[in-house]
Nanobody, 115 residues
Framework: QVQLVESGGGLVQPGGSLRLSCAAS????????MRWYRQAPGKQRELVAVITSISSTNYPDSVKGRFTISRDNAKNTVYLQMNSLKPEDTAIYYC?????????WGQGTQVTVSS
C-alpha cells in the first residue's frame, strides 16, 4: 500500500520560514519524480516545485528564489523549504509521487501565512 504523509505545516508570520516533509512508503522512492502542489480556497491546485529521480529541480516564477525542494532517498522523504513567506502562499500543500503511469497523493498539510 502506497502512503505519502506530509508534515511541517502551520501558522507563520509574513517573511517567516517553514519546512515541509513528505515521507513515502510502498514505492521505490528513488525512481519517482516528486512534486509539491498547493491549493488555496477557491483556486485551482498549482504546482510549486518538482524534483526528478536524478534530482533536477524546477519552480514556477511565483516561488522561485524562495522555495527549495530536496530529497533524501535513504529516508524516502522529500522536503520543501519555504522562505520569505507571503500571505498569498497560504494554502493546503500536497505531495505527489509520479512514475508513469502511476501517480500518488498525500493528504495535504495546511500552511497559513498571517500576522
Amino acid at each position: 500500500q502506497v502512503q505519502l504523509v506530509e508534515s511541517g505545516g502551520g501558522l507563520v508570520q509574513p517573511g517567516g520560514s517553514l519546512r515541509l516533509s513528505c515521507a513515502a512508503s510502498g514505492i521505490i522512492f528513488s525512481a519517482y519524480a516528486m512534486r509539491w502542489y498547493r491549493q488555496a480556497p477557491g483556486k485551482q491546485r498549482e504546482l510549486v516545485a518538482v524534483i526528478t529521480s536524478i534530482s533536477s529541480t524546477n519552480y514556477p516564477d511565483s516561488v522561485k528564489g524562495r522555495f527549495t525542494i530536496s530529497r533524501d532517498n535513504a529516508k524516502n522523504t522529500v522536503y520543501l523549504q519555504m522562505n520569505s513567506l507571503k500571505p498569498e502562499d497560504t494554502a493546503i500543500y500536497y505531495c505527489n509521487a509520479q512514475r508513469n503511469p502511476s501517480s500518488y497523493w498525500g493528504q495535504g498539510t495546511q500552511v497559513t501565512v498571517s500576522s
